[in-house]
């Protein structure tokens, strides 16, 4: 028998009398609401190590209280947005004075979230670093350039992946990698998602032309470094990724 302990225009709050006692829970009205609280605390049971106890930021774990927040304040707690197989945004309740929630970005998987890769070709001029020219959805319009990359794709390892990034973005063959160099991880944003990217150096035998319209690439150019870094010091190249990615490079000829 079920006793209705609260009642919302979008979900009941019912105690039932079961085997071991009684249960308390949530009856869903609206399929939406189900989705964004039910798929929460899956995510929490699958992947504890995104929702570990810290002192600072203490993640509410309590249905009726998220469902609660919702109601007080009309703001979506919970799974708000599902993109899977690329990644899932959620809004955690913070147990503050008083609460708030903290949006951030989960990828599949707990290690690496994508990878980065700097084309490089040798020439008879010296080496040149292939450089994306993107149209970006969030910028509403170009880049200033980019090295290619992409989401981890499921099954795939990271060093896979970037061969595949490699096929699709530049229109290069698995034979024409002369050698794929790990040169560490970069987290583009910890304040939006604590997700990896791994970074490699893509020695190339030949160059290809890219794949025009696939994700709004517009172009390729091949760069010499002196190019890259004036680009760079002009502020033309912002790209954290590209960025942070050219460091790893520069540290490693360093060693």
Not at 6 to 17: D, F, N, S
Not at 137 to 149: A, D, I, N, T
Not at 208 to 216: K, W
Request: charged residues 25%; aromatic residues 8%.
């Amino acid at each position: 028998m079920e006793v209705i302990l609260a009642k919302h225009a979008r979900w009941l709050w019912v105690r039932e009398q079961g085997p071991e006692g009684p249960r308390e829970h949530p009856v869903y009205l609206d399929p939406r609401l189900e989705r964004q609280i039910e798929g929460y605390f899956a995510l929490m049971e699958a992947r504890p190590e995104e929702f570990a106890p810290d002192a600072l930021y203490p993640i509410c774990t309590s249905r009726r209280q998220l469902l609660e927040f919702e109601e007080a304040t009309g703001r979506p707690a919970g799974l708000v947005f599902d993109n899977l197989p690329y990644y899932q945004v959620v809004a955690d309740l913070i147990l503050g004075n008083p609460p708030y929630l903290y949006g951030r970005v989960l990828y599949p998987g707990s290690g690496v979230g994508g990878t980065v890769m700097i084309p490089l070709l040798e020439t008879a001029e010296g080496p040149r670093y292939g450089l994306l020219q993107d149209h970006r959805h969030s910028l509403r319009g170009p880049s200033g350039g980019e090295f290619p990359r992409g989401f981890l794709c499921q099954g795939l390892s990271p060093e896979e992946n970037a061969k595949k990034e490699l096929r699709e973005e530049l229109g290069i063959l698995p034979e024409q990698i002369a050698g794929l160099t790990f040169l560490g991880h970069t987290r583009p944003d910890t304040g939006l998602s604590g997700a990896r990217v791994a970074v490699y150096l893509a020695r190339l035998t030949a160059s290809s032309a890219p794949s025009l319209g696939h994700e709004g690439i517009t172009g390729l150019e091949w760069l010499s470094r002196e190019e890259l870094f004036r680009r760079l010091r002009a502020g033309v190249i912002t790209d954290g990724l590209t960025q942070s990615a050219l460091l790893l490079h520069l540290l490693a000829e360093d060693t």
